[in-house]
């Protein structure tokens, strides 16, 4: 399928009033690429027991089932993002929805787990192009009036993606087998990309320009991968274990190194020097690291501890689902007016109580009294953080750092779930084969939930340290009307910064 190109020297369209039917039609496309990306980061936990039974792998082939997937994801993004800046976020968004359904048909063919591994790196790439491309197009195309409402439908649709994943997981589990988990995102793709070509408008970054940072991307991916990989296989202490280990902090030494002297980099540190960007990337490495060990744990409790089937343990969930879609586009209003220190403090603490809730849930648990009113909690916790965390990002750089701003805190987001997967079984003393058996898992679940409420508290403790609300938007003297349009002052541009609201 050909992207039709568009002259570098066409004027951009007019803004896109959200309330408008091609308004509507972005809103579809986006959440359509997003939802997908995301449905996968959790679909799939639903299966891993099912998985490892049919293929016969252990707890390592699980963990690499998700981390293949969030390793290709994290680490390449910020090219993704940085293509769409360059080439065109439509045109990357629509060849990253393609890469991911062919990912996807051939996870679902996998005959074994190293070919699933190996299939899921691939949905990885796929899905790296199409996440930052789906937000910065909200970003470029709707009406400035409307992007914090719309930014909360996103979130919202994306959360719910997210969240309904495990029901439907479940239900494609016990109905036709864990395969088609992967095979539905062949249809979904096919819709999304005739829906992008016809109504989402082409935008780019007019400064982006110079080599793409080809080491930068490796090193990232490199450094990422290896720790990863000692995480993993930590238990054993082996040499390459350690070198892994060893090799992947020097990658990492050596990735801030080059982009803090390439003329052109990945990440250029300019984006940190708005004090706003910071924080909220640093409250998201906290709570996704959080949200990720905590959904990939839970779904196992429920299934190998509590003796849910897989479309109950799914079904379980469903709560969060319901106050996601219910609540979301209203909480990123009320971020925008009321300012996002309030909402990224309160939302980890309640999401925290609510993962700290879950260690009632064990053998033979009540649904009413052990598992609703933890899926309550944290439903309305993750209400409370997403939409405003979202919008926090892209308000805090210029319009036309979208792209790579959304690249780089999603890169935060999956690099921190990345690293908790691997890492928390690891704390909480998990061996090879603890997943087949119930006593075993019980209690090695009850030491992981207090490090996921940990993280949830450390992020909200950020927040409220470091997060400010922007001051209150101020028109010309002369208007005496509000102006729809206005924003906060802008920093200067002499601080070497990006030009930034608030």
Same mark, same amino acid.
């Given at each position: ?45 639903? /299966? ?109 649709l994306g959360g719910v993606g997210a969240a309904v994943g495990p029901f439907l997981g479940g239900w494609l589990v016990d109905g036709p087998g864990w395969r088609w988990v992967f095979l539905l995102n062949v249809p979904v793709a096919a819709l999304c990309v ?13 400064? /982006? ?119 979301? /586009? ?173």
């Amino acid at each position: 399928m050909t992207v039709p190109a568009e002259s570098p020297d066409a004027p951009p369209e007019p803004a896109v009033p959200l309330a408008s039917a091609r308004g509507r039609w972005i809103l579809l496309a986006t959440a359509l690429g997003s939802t997908m990306a995301l449905l996968d980061s959790t679909v799939v936990n639903v /299966a891993l027991p099912r998985i490892g039974e049919d293929l016969g792998a252990d707890l390592a082939a699980l963990q690499w089932t998700v981390n293949a997937y969030l390793l290709t994801l994290a680490g390449l993004i910020l090219v993704g993002g940085a293509l769409g800046d360059r080439f065109g976020r439509r045109r990357i968004f629509v060849l990253g929805t393609a890469w991911f359904a062919v990912g996807s048909l051939l996870c679902g063919l996998a005959p074994n787990a190293a070919v699933l591994v190996a299939a899921r790196a691939l949905q990885g790439i796929g899905g790296a192009l199409l996440t930052p491309g789906s937000l910065a197009l909200i970003q470029g195309s709707i009406r400035a009036g409307d992007r914090g409402r719309a930014v909360g439908l996103w979130s919202g649709l994306g959360g719910v993606g997210a969240a309904v994943g495990p029901f439907l997981g479940g239900w494609l589990v016990d109905g036709p087998g864990w395969r088609w988990v992967f095979l539905l995102n062949v249809p979904v793709a096919a819709l999304c990309v005739p829906v992008a070509l016809r109504h989402v408008p082409e935008s780019r970054d007019p400064l /982006a320009h110079g080599r793409f940072d080809a080491a930068g991307a490796l090193l990232g991916a490199g450094s990422l991968g290896l720790v990863t990989y000692a995480l993993i296989e930590a238990s054993s202490g082996t040499a390459p274990v350690i070198a892994a280990a060893v090799g992947g902090v020097l990658l990492g030494v050596a990735f801030v190194w080059v982009e803090r002297h390439r003329a052109d980099p990945m990440v250029p540190p300019q984006m940190f020097a708005s004090r706003q960007f910071t924080a909220v990337n640093l409250v998201t490495l906290c709570v996704y690291a959080a949200f990720s060990g905590f959904f990939f744990l839970v779904v196992l409790q429920l299934q190998v501890v509590a003796g849910y089937s897989a479309l109950g343990a799914g079904a379980a969930l469903l709560p969060t689902t319901l106050l996601m879609l219910l609540l979301s /586009a209203r909480s990123g209003e009320i971020g925008e007016r009321i300012g996002p220190r309030l909402p990224l403090t309160v939302g980890p603490v309640l999401c925290a109580a609510g993962t700290l809730l879950t260690l009632r849930v064990g053998p033979g648990a009540s649904y009413v009294a052990d598992v609703l009113p933890a899926m309550v909690v944290m439903g309305l916790g993750m209400v409370a953080l997403v939409a405003p965390l979202t919008a926090t990002v892209l308000s805090s750089v210029d319009p036309g750092r979208a792209g790579l701003a959304s690249g780089i805190n999603n890169a935060a987001a999956r690099a921190a779930g990345l690293i908790a997967v691997a890492a928390l079984p690891l704390l909480a003393g998990m061996g090879p084969e603890s997943y087949l058996s119930a006593a075993q898992f019980d209690a090695a679940f009850g030491r992981a939930m207090p490090w996921c409420a940990g993280a949830l508290v450390a992020g909200a403790a950020v927040a409220w340290a470091t997060v400010r609300s922007p001051a209150p938007a101020r028109c010309h003297p002369q208007c005496h009307t509000h102006c729809a349009l206005s924003s906060p002052p802008l920093e200067p541009r002499e601080r070497g910064g990006p030009t930034t609201p608030g």
